[in-house]
């Protein structure tokens, strides 16, 4: 079939691909691991010109690369990368010691002394003794960071400028300007197996100017604005738009139009790839469009990748849209935090979405001068923070924008602490119980062996999940296009 022969020439295409990303990854990894601390956290504002060009040279390469990367899914994955655990889950210490019952007075007055000096801080309340028992739950602090790269796109050009800016003036400037603007993008790989059932985290921040030629000739030659028809199976994509908003259509014949600016205000999609399914996600521009003196319209979101148990990754494909009604939104006792649960449970207060293992995913924003706290249930040995803007401490340990935490596998309350009297913070909050199953992700396929892999990638290639169509058809075309070719798995 010409679809067949057309796929085996993407097939070869991302193959090298991954093989050069590979290389990529592994040296950023190598250089990390080779930098010390205070390496990482600051960098030198002063580097000389032949090293900006290098670096501007470089940065053009993964640029490029880039570019065709993210044309063929909506987050991007420039590698071929395989997770793999034991399926009685040793890599995740089931030994361990955890000690029974809750917190005693003692650590909340811990809490409130070393509190004492910000006396205005808004300290949520703590957990108590258990049975009478004096034995005291550690508290779940931070085994380890990282920062993952940046690379600038939409618009190319202002990425670009914020790389310069972060290698002229450092990275704090550079990030603080691209909260403001945008024009990067942030995958952030979870290669360890510890953070089951968390796969990946895109952080994606964009502008998208109506003047803007460059984005234009892109657009139209290079790669559109956005991620046409793509495939999927076995795992859970979570899409949440801080800033403007997407529209999706599926190989389910689905059209759906979410974001901060939707008419329906539903800034959350949990769509549920099952046994397969093709989606395209592009970004929403109507009303960029729709008002000739707008002269450009902000996108910001993260999409989360959500690993499910075995027996549920063959499931009916299914995608559905979250809003206020679905997500509550709790506000501290005296205002200075709010958290809003996309999925799990804070405070009592639960998400209504339909889950596949305990976890939690809140968005969680802080005043100056304040501390959030949760008591993370027993089961959930994974704990992961994505700061988006301002920086926190929990514990001795300072979380900068911009960096991922990993929490250790033990203890019971996370306390975190805004110890800024001036600027918030805003971060997003992973935790969940690991599947403890084996895991085999490549691509755009999360399974549980490479023969379950391949199994995915040889039925897209067969047309079982419908055949992608071209971005620009309309509706009516595309509604068309589903029905002449349409998928296997609804």
């Not at 002063?46 to 060009?53: A, G, P, R, V």
């Not at 514990?395 to 110890?419: C, F, M, R, W």
């Not at 039925?459 to 309309?474: A, F, R, S, T």
Request: hydrophobic content about 35%.
């Amino acid at each position: 079939m010409p679809f067949q022969r057309e796929k085996q020439k993407t097939k070869q295409k991302s193959s090298v691909m991954d093989g050069w990303m590979d290389g990529w990854m592994n040296r950023e990894k190598h250089q990390r691991s080779n930098m010390s601390q205070s390496q990482k956290t600051f960098q030198s504002p002063t580097i000389s010109f032949m090293k900006l060009f290098q670096s501007i040279i470089w940065m053009m390469v993964v640029l490029g690369n880039q570019m065709m990367i993210m044309t063929s899914a909506f987050v991007t994955y420039p590698r071929s990368w395989k997770m793999t655990t034991t399926a009685n889950g040793q890599n995740y210490r089931d030994s361990e010691f955890r000690m029974d019952g809750i917190r005693s007075s003692k650590c909340a007055s811990a809490m409130a002394l070393s509190l004492s000096h910000q006396s205005d801080m808004d300290v949520p309340p703590l957990s108590g003794l258990h049975n009478g028992s004096s034995k005291v739950l550690p508290r779940r602090v931070i085994s380890k960071m990282e920062r993952f790269s940046r690379l600038p796109v939409w618009p190319v050009w202002q990425g670009l400028l914020l790389f310069l800016c972060s290698r002229i003036f450092g990275e704090e400037v550079a990030d603080k300007l691209e909260h403001e603007i945008g024009g990067r993008v942030c995958p952030n790989f979870f290669a360890e197996n510890s953070v089951s059932p968390f796969i990946m985290l895109v952080h994606h921040r964009h502008r998208f100017y109506s003047w803007d030629v460059l984005g234009h000739v892109i657009d139209k030659f290079i790669f559109p604005e956005g991620f046409p028809a793509h495939p999927h199976r076995g795992f859970i994509t979570v899409t949440y738009c801080m800033q403007g908003g997407m529209i999706h259509r599926d190989s389910l014949g689905v059209k759906q139009v979410y974001g901060a600016n939707s008419e329906g205000k539903k800034d959350v999609q949990w769509l549920t790839t099952g046994s397969g399914m093709l989606h395209e996600e592009m970004w929403n521009m109507k009303p960029l469009n729709d008002n000739p003196w707008k002269l450009y319209e902000e996108q910001e979101l993260y999409q989360l990748w959500l690993n499910v148990p075995a027996e549920e990754k063959l499931c009916a494909p299914k995608v559905e849209l979250l809003g206020a009604d679905e997500m509550p939104i709790i506000v501290s006792s005296e205002g200075k935090c709010t958290t809003k649960v996309i999925a799990g449970t804070y405070q009592d207060k639960e998400a209504s979405v339909e889950i596949s293992s305990s976890l939690n995913i809140f968005h969680v924003q802080m005043e100056p001068s304040s501390s959030w706290c949760f008591p993370l249930p027993d089961d959930h040995a994974t704990g992961i923070i994505y700061m988006r803007t301002g920086s926190i401490s929990v514990g001795d340990k300072q979380v900068p924008p911009h960096y991922t935490a990993y929490l250790e596998s033990t203890g019971k309350d996370l306390i975190v602490e805004n110890k800024s009297k001036m600027d918030k913070t805003d971060f997003l909050f992973l935790s969940g119980a690991p599947l403890r199953e084996p895991v085999a992700a490549r691509g755009s396929m999360v399974m549980n062996n490479a023969r379950e892999v391949e199994e995915a990638y040889r039925d897209y290639q067969e047309g079982k999940m419908g055949i992608p169509w071209n971005h620009v058809l309309d509706d009516d075309q595309w509604k068309k296009h589903v029905k002449e070719y349409p998928s296997s798995y609804k």
